[in-house]
Structure formats: structure tokens, C-alpha cells
């Protein structure tokens, strides 16, 4: 034990503001990562003329949501296939190129529904999406989704 009091005093109170802010600084750095948020809504339709490319087609709407404090670059989204598809995954072209989605923010995405179960195989209860960020990190719908899915797309 200290001698003086006024040093262990010291000692103790040191060790705790140091440890209030270093959770405090975790805390901080956990909230300005990146966190997407995917949702799936398929049999979707587009009506009137402003969609006239994707007039009587059934559609899958994917909306990719930036739930973090700071703006994101999303560089591409896509629908994963099935094993032995000539591609791994089946990429949106709407938008086309990088997307930047600020705090609080949406994006939709538009993939032909009717294509993918014609040419893929794959119903809405297969549907895994797949977001790109531009620092190689990638997203699914759904916590574990990929994985949950992958057993049935073999």
C-alpha cells in the first residue's frame, strides 16, 4: 500500500478517467464505422411510363440504408446464384456506378424477378443480396443470410 493516502487517491482516480474514456473513444469508433442495412422486397411492379424497361415485369426492390454517421460509398449490388450459374453473382446495373448514400440515407435497386427464377432457378426464398463498399467490405440482407442460404442454392 501507498505511504500516502493523496497517491492512492490519485492512483484510483486516475485509472478511472482513463477507462471512462477509452470506453468512451471505443464507443465513438463503433458508431462512425460504416453499418448498411439491406432489405429485400420482391414481387414488386412498375406502373405508369416512368419505368417503361421494366414495364409488366415482376421486380425485386433491394434497398441498401446507411444507418451510420457517415456518408458511404456503395460500389456495387448483386444477387448471388446458384452453384455452377455462369456467374457467382448476377450485378444491378440501376444506378449505374458508385453510389454514395449519406447518414440516414437510402438507395433502391432494381433486379428482374422474372429473370431470376427463369434463368437462375431461384424463388424469393432464396434471394441473397449482396452490397460492395468501396473498402472491399460486403453486406447481405439479414444477419448470417448468406450463410443460412447458402445450403440451399447447391
Do not use: C
Amino acid at each position: 500500500m501507498a505511504d500516502n493516502p493523496i497517491t492512492l487517491v490519485l492512483a484510483i482516480y486516475g485509472a478511472v478517467v482513463s477507462t471512462v474514456l477509452a470506453v468512451l473513444k471505443f464507443v465513438e469508433r463503433a458508431e462512425d464505422r460504416p453499418r448498411i442495412r439491406v432489405t429485400l422486397q420482391p414481387g414488386m411492379k412498375a406502373f405508369g411510363s416512368a419505368l417503361p424497361v421494366y414495364k409488366d415485369k415482376t421486380l425485386v426492390l433491394a434497398v441498401v440504408a446507411n444507418r451510420g454517421r457517415r456518408p458511404t460509398t456503395v460500389t456495387a449490388v448483386s444477387v448471388m446464384t446458384r452453384r455452377g450459374s455462369k456467374s457467382s453473382y448476377l450485378r444491378t446495373t440501376d444506378p449505374p456506378g458508385q453510389l454514395d448514400i449519406t447518414e440516414n440515407k437510402e438507395a433502391n435497386f432494381v433486379f428482374d424477378q422474372s429473370r431470376l427464377t427463369s434463368e437462375y432457378g431461384l424463388t424469393p426464398s432464396t434471394f441473397v443480396v449482396r452490397v460492395d463498399h468501396v473498402a472491399g467490405r460486403a453486406w447481405s440482407h439479414g444477419p448470417l443470410a448468406r450463410l443460412w442460404k447458402l445450403r440451399r442454392l447447391n
